[in-house]
């Protein structure tokens, strides 16, 4: 079965810190490119972050620049979110997904409907 599925969430104070991790199962992770995106209640769901099949492109939106960081380690078939100084507002449900790379130099986006394979999400709630 092809699949991802989320973990790493939970509860922290402001200011804290917490890594998700993305596990890619049934699919060869090396050609698919990962994207984290989340949603909050009453939003609409966006992208966080996203990093290409080899790596060599990330990116991430404007208010979490500096605090995020992506990273992949594909003989794992894991994709990992690292989340620092967070904020209330990063309170969310957190998805990873993935999207297949026909080519090696392809950069990653955050247009959801390219993505195929979603998790079933995991809560982070920042709050003192």
């Known amino acids: 079965q092809l699949q991802v599925v989320e973990s790493g969430g939970g509860l922290v104070q402001p200011g804290g810190s917490l890594r998700l991790s993305c596990a890619a199962s049934?699919?060869?992770?090396?050609?698919?490119?990962i994207g984290w995106f989340r949603q909050a209640p009453g939003k609409e769901r966006e992208g966080v972050s996203c990093?290409?099949?080899?790596?060599?492109?990330?990116y991430y939106i404007d208010s979490v620049k500096g605090r995020f960081s992506i990273s992949r380690d594909n003989a794992k078939k894991a994709v990992y979110l690292q989340m620092d100084s967070l904020k209330p507002e990063d309170t969310a449900v957190y998805y990873c997904?993935?999207?297949?790379?026909?080519?090696?130099?392809?950069?990653?986006?955050?247009?959801?409907?390219?993505?195929?394979?979603w998790g079933q999400g995991t809560q982070v709630t920042v709050s003192s």
């Open positions: 997904a993935a999207v297949r790379q026909i080519f090696q130099q392809e950069l990653c986006d955050m247009n959801q409907r390219r993505y195929t394979y």
């Open positions: 049934g699919f060869a992770l090396d050609y698919y490119a």
């Open positions: 990093i290409s099949r080899r790596a060599d492109n990330t």
